[in-house]
Every structure is written in C-alpha cells, then in structure tokens.
T-cell receptor, first 113, second 114 residues
Framework: NAGVMQNPRHLVRRRGQEARLRCSPV?????VYWYRQLPEEGLKFMVY????????ESGMPKERFSAEFPKEGPSILRIQQVVRGDSAAYFC???????????FGNGTRLTVT | DQQVKQNSPSLSVQEGRISILNCDYT??????FLWYKKYPAEGPTFLIS?????DKNEDGRFTVFLNKSAKHLSLHIVPSQPGDSAVYFC?????????????FGRGTSLIVHP
C-alpha cells in the first residue's frame, strides 16, 4: 500500500546539465500533479497529467521544462540546461479522481551548483 | 498575485490550548478548500477539507470554518499537541474547465510548546 514514491530524494546538477525527476503515483491513481517549492515560498503548481495526456501545464516555464506520464512507468519531470534558479524542492502528487485530495510524495530536492 | 494568502508566517501556542490558523482567498470561483500539514523533509499530508456548500467541517481535534462572504477560512486545532508542530498549508480549487488544481498559500509554521 505504498504512497507516492519520488526519486531521487536529492539531486545535484551543475549548470547546463539535465535533471530528471521521477514519480510513481499511488497504485490505481491516474491523476498526477507536479509542484515546486522555492525557499521561503509555498507550493507552486507546475503541471497536471493523466495517463499519456497533459491536462494543464499553465504553471510550467515555457522553456527547458517538460513532463510526461506514459502508459507504463512513472511520471517524469525533465529540466534541461538547469540554472541556479531551478534549485528547489519538487513535489509530485497523485489523486484517484480529479476532485479528490492530493497525496504527495516526499519530494526531490534539486540543487544546481 | 497570490490567490490564497496565509498572512501569518508563524504561530506559537501552548500545549492544550487552541491553535487557529487563518487563510484568505481572492478568487470567488474557488469552491473546495483543503488544509495540508507538512513536516520538514516530507511531503504535505492532507488534513481536512470543506466544500463551499458547508460552513464547517470537523474531524476529531481539527475543525475548518468557511466564511464565503469574507472569502476566509480557518483551521482550529483543539487541544493542540506538540506533535502538531508543522507547517500548515491552506489550498483552494475550482473546476473551470473540469479540473481541480489546488492553489496553495505560503504556509503557516505552527509551534506547540509543551
């Protein structure tokens, strides 16, 4: 009865490298959300996906960021050519239905050096 | 442009007393409100929710009150316990377009002293 699993927990990248963050939702959940928490700030919505579909990506930066939730396997948040401002905690959440409370993972803390 | 505001960054309460955490919102389309609790190095955990058709929802020591006319909600914890020390996030969502995407406040750090 595992919850939302995110890996890695900590990720260090140099400027210009790529970061890949993985999220396995609660078993049976088909709705996945990604949020970012910058230091001293709240959780900012990035993207909402269902299996194989991006439903809402209004919170995603236009460049360098992409997300997917394939039919098989975890959801992936990909950040290309990382910059120091990308350093943050990235949280994934899943829900059973679109109007159910979200279950969050423990996050991936990305540090860009 | 924050649509969900938690104006108190921190709150300190004595064990056994009531903790009251406040939240204001600006978007009148919000119709579902939630509170999450977050410990350091962990993800937020759902605590309690309330629909806009209600003005109160209670679950054990936790009660959420909603005042739609004032666009204000509050979370009451009675009695407060040291284990309640955490950051509390208020969140609100609406369904234009058919998707619930919670918008979060910045959080209030609650410290309950023994």
């Amino acid at each position: 009865n595992a919850g939302v699993m995110q890996n890695p927990r900590h990720l260090v990248r140099r400027r210009g490298q790529e970061a890949r963050l993985r999220c396995s939702p609660v078993k049976g959940h088909s709705h996945v959300y990604w949020y970012r928490q910058l230091p001293e700030e709240g959780l900012k919505f990035m993207v909402y996906l269902q299996k194989e579909n991006i439903i809402d990506e209004s919170g995603m930066p236009k460049e360098r960021f992409s997300a997917e939730f394939p039919k098989e396997g975890p959801s992936i948040l990909r950040i290309q050519q990382v910059v120091r401002g990308d350093s943050a905690a990235y949280f994934c959440a899943s829900s059973l239905q679109g109007n159910s409370p979200l279950h969050f993972g423990n996050g991936t803390r990305l540090t860009v050096t | 442009d924050q649509q969900v505001k938690q104006n108190s960054p921190s709150l300190s309460v004595q064990e056994g007393r009531i903790s009251i955490l406040n939240c204001d919102y600006t978007n009148s389309m919000f119709d579902y409100f939630l509170w999450y609790k977050k410990y350091p190095a962990e993800g937020p955990t759902f605590l309690i929710s309330i629909s806009s058709i209600k003005d109160k929802n209670e679950d054990g020591r936790f009660t959420v009150f909603l005042n739609k006319s004032a666009k204000h909600l509050s979370l009451h914890i009675v009695p407060s316990q040291p284990g309640d020390s955490a950051v509390y996030f208020c969140a609100a969502s609406a369904i234009p377009g058919g998707s619930y995407i919670p918008t979060f406040g910045r959080g209030t750090s609650l410290i309950v002293h023994p």
